[in-house]
């Protein structure tokens, strides 16, 4: 069937498809001929996506393997509005089911998911929780060089979040942290 009219086409992926390859992974890590024996720690593990693929992240954060995640460009969306994804759906009460720190990274108030990362941010009060915006729409910063300003953030969450990395973590915490300083992107965090 054709999708619903203003709605995506079926998407290509769904939420088990990373936890089938999170499964994947680490049974290839205890596997003694894998060319990723003992390479992954189990414990480490982040999950992260973009846009219909951050919905795909927030799904599965609640898995007790996730470490933390990150959600690029994408908040769940309002229960109320129309769903133009095709293939699955995301409600607001899984928000509650997430069990460790998780970061939004938004594009300002052009990205079309702006508003619903915001209302996730609101909503998030169980774990550690932050949210940095530049204003760049909803691509983000990806089509520059090594992914642009975005991805540098995201790199350092993942050294803050998996290898504790304190200079890492002073661009998230205290007063003057890095994304508190630079005037590009706006920032609030609660819990961390």
Known sequence: APPREGAFPPVATKPADLLAGLDWILAENKRAASPFYGLVDPKKVAVAGHSCGGLQA???????????????????????????????????????????????????????????????????????????????????????????????????????????????SRWFIGKNCGLCQDADWTYQSKGL
């Open 58 to 168: 927030i799904s599965v954060s609640a898995d007790p393997r996730i470490a933390t995640t990150i959600v690029h460009n994408s908040g769940v969306l309002d229960p109320s509005a129309f769903n133009p994804i095709t293939g699955f759906s995301v409600a607001k009460e899984e928000l509650g089911r997430i069990h460790s720190p998780l970061l939004y990274i938004l594009g300002g108030k052009s990205d079309i998911a702006y508003p619903n990362g915001m209302d996730d941010f609101q909503r998030i009060d169980q774990v550690p929780v932050a949210v940095a915006s530049l204003d760049v729409g909803h691509g983000g910063t990806f089509r520059e060089p090594n992914g642009g300003r975005v991805a540098r953030i995201a790199v350092q969450w993942l050294e803050w979040q998996l290898r504790g990395d304190q200079a890492a």
